[in-house]
């Protein structure tokens, strides 16, 4: 499975950024998908997440602000990021629960992007 991120950059305080994240390869029964980030000097830390029934969750630092959504026939993820703050600056990690293989026998496994670079500048 690869998992190829999309829409990060640079902006100032208070703009608007929207993440894309597309699954590829071969995998089956694609679970919860979502988005991550790492500051620097900081653990990795969740964001959102939404599962196949399209029930989402957010980090209480970006509610009201970002949201999460996927549509399952073009395996994408994308992350609507508004009023964005300088301590929303990290990389961003696209994340993913399949199998990856063809074979519903396999184990599931979790999946992460190469990370898309985000910085709000002040």
């Known amino acids: 499975v690869q998992l190829v991120e999309s829409g990060g950059g640079l902006v100032q305080t208070g703009g608007s950024l929207r993440l894309s994240c597309v699954a590829s390869g071969t995998f089956s029964d694609l679970k919860d998908m979502g988005w991550y980030r790492q500051a620097p000097g900081k653990w990795r830390e969740s964001v959102a997440t939404?599962?196949?029934?399209?029930?989402?969750n957010y980090a209480d630092s970006v509610k009201g602000r970002f949201t999460i959504s996927r549509d399952d026939v073009k395996s994408t993820v994308w992350l609507q990021m508004n009023g964005l703050k300088p301590e929303d600056t990290a990389v961003y990690y696209c994340?993913?629960?399949?199998?990856?293989?063809?074979?519903?026998?396999?184990?599931?496994?979790?999946?992460w992007g190469q990370g898309t670079l985000v910085t709000v500048s002040s």
């Open positions: 939404i599962t196949t029934g399209h029930i989402t």
């Open positions: 994340y993913a629960r399949a199998i990856g293989s063809a074979s519903l026998k396999d184990p599931m496994e979790d999946w």
